[in-house]
């Protein structure tokens, strides 16, 4: 079974330009986590989607980041336009459990590291 | 309010001698805790979970951690260190509910030959 994916495996951009980054999670996991580990600090939540559905957006940091997961399969995270402080590595995660819990485990991809100059 | 806290950024152990990783959380509510692994370029891989059954949990590796609810407490350890054990270990809570999971900052452990 293939694990979580996650594309590119780095990105290097400049302030002021657009990135997408892209998570396919484990075929029939409904739920699907964005996580941003920026360097020297914890890795932090940013999103859950249940399906399709954002269930919980709260650590979004601001409307430069959108979100999408259409058609309840791979999610996409577009950054725009991107400033400095953006730059680490953005992590998605994936579970089977219906209700979001945590406890059944969440898989995640390699991450994807992005650098904003 | 629920946070993490790994005592320590960095730790070196030789092969062969035991390794200990300090996780200490504070949570409102019964936690569920883990222990995640990254390798370079990997994704994290769960080495263990506390979810309220049995206090010493035995993960992956050798890997196990005891739950101490009085000590508040999560500390993962390992008899004997293997040079593959060399990578970044995070500890995690889940508090339940519609919390989200806080992940504690990270510890690098380096296993010198």
């Known amino acids: 079974e293939a694990g979580v994916t996650q594309f590119p495996s780095h990105s290097v951009i400049e302030k002021g330009q657009t990135v997408t980054l892209r998570c396919d999670p484990i075929?029939?996991?409904?739920?699907l986590y964005w996580y941003r580990r920026v360097m020297g600090k914890e890795i932090k939540f940013l999103l859950h989607?249940?399906?399709?559905?954002?269930?919980?957006e709260s650590g979004m940091p601001n409307n430069r980041f959108l979100a999408e997961r259409t058609g309840g399969t791979y999610s996409t995270l577009k950054v725009q336009p991107a400033e400095l402080e953006d730059s680490g590595v953005y992590f998605c995660?994936?579970?089977?459990?219906?209700?979001?819990?945590?406890?059944?485990?969440?898989?995640f991809g390699p991450g994807t590291r992005l650098t904003v100059l | 309010a629920q946070s993490v806290t790994q005592l320590d950024s960095h730790v070196s152990v030789s092969e062969g001698t035991p390794v200990l990783l300090r996780c200490n959380y504070s949570s409102s509510y019964s936690p569920s805790l883990f222990w995640y692994v990254q390798h370079p370029n990997k994704g994290l891989q769960l080495l263990l979970k506390?979810?309220?059954?049995?206090?010493l949990v035995k993960g992956i590796n050798g890997f196990e951690a005891e739950f101490k609810k009085s000590e508040t407490s999560f500390h993962l350890t390992k008899p004997s260190a293997h040079m593959s054990d060399a990578a970044e270990y995070f500890c995690?809570?889940?508090?339940?509910?519609?919390?989200?999971?806080?992940f504690g900052t990270g510890t690098k452990l380096q296993v010198i030959p």
């Open positions: 995690v809570l889940d508090s339940g509910g519609y919390q989200k999971v806080t």
């Open positions: 075929s029939g996991h409904d739920n």
């Open positions: 506390y979810t309220s059954a049995a206090t």
């Open positions: 989607f249940v399906k399709e559905s954002k269930q919980d």
């Open positions: 995660a994936s579970s089977q459990d219906r209700y979001g819990r945590a406890y059944n485990e969440q898989f």
